[in-house]
């Protein structure tokens, strides 16, 4: 997968655009800026939008060809984030840290999904915001984008399951249209999530 996405990324074009996902753009506006943690984050749209609002970023990805693209951007949008290359598979941000994380199109085998998506919610302040998109399983059908693996796509009750220590404020099933970049073009099916902890961990 690292092979993969590095090759996707070497491209000279943003293969998603270089302007944030829409979705994450209308919520992080509703947030006070803090520190986020923007896990997956390719070649750097939303991390560098965050950071033009005033957000402190940490972005991660296991692609040194995304690294390299999101800094670039971040010089001509002049801003600043600190991108750095983990696996997520391994990766443990520190507890209680981050006023908000946006995940966005992580897709991974079900197996690896409990653990990662538990190390970013514990990653989250009292109060901290998680926002999410990502495909739903409906994806299959359509030709704008995502795995073709169905066991890679989520369902609502898998969001509901992995997010339930969570306060609820969004959780939708939507077809949208999709407009970034040549990876994401045309009619989809998403499922968008925000959620706020609550709470101190024991």
């Known amino acids: 997968m690292k ?3 590095n090759e996707r990324f070497s491209a000279e074009e943003y293969i998603f655009g270089k302007d944030p996902n829409s979705f994450f753009k209308e ?8 520190k986020i943690l923007l896990p997956a984050d390719g070649e ?9 609002l005033g957000w402190k970023v940490d972005a991660v990805d296991f692609s040194i060809e995304g690294k ?5 951007l971040a010089k001509e949008k002049a801003v600043i984030i600190n991108y750095e290359i983990h696996d997520l598979s391994v990766y443990v941000p520190p507890k209680n840290y981050y006023d908000a994380v946006g995940i966005f199109y992580l897709h991974m085998d079900e197996d690896l999904r409990k653990t990662v998506f538990d190390n970013l ?25 995502g795995p073709k693996d169905e066991t890679l796509l989520f369902s609502l009750e898998e969001i509901i ?8 404020e969004t959780l939708a099933k939507e077809k949208i249209f ?8 045309g009619e989809g099916m998403v499922i968008r999530f925000v959620g706020s902890k609550k709470g ?3």
Not at 27 to 34: D, M
Not at 161 to 168: G, N
Not at 178 to 185: A, D, I, P, S, Y
């Open 121 to 145: 919610i514990n990653s989250l302040k009292p109060n901290g915001k998680l926002v999410f998109e990502s495909f739903e399983k409906e994806q299959i059908k359509f030709n704008s984008g």
């Open 27 to 34: 919520e992080i506006s509703k947030i006070q800026p803090g």
């Open 68 to 72: 390299t693209k999101a800094e670039k």
């Open 3 to 5: 092979e993969k996405w």
């Open 161 to 168: 399951t992995a997010f339930i220590d969570l306060e609820f």
């Open 200 to 202: 101190l961990n024991k």
């Open 44 to 52: 750097g749209r939303n991390g560098v939008y965050a950071a033009s």
């Open 178 to 185: 999709l407009n970034e970049g040549k990876g994401h073009e």
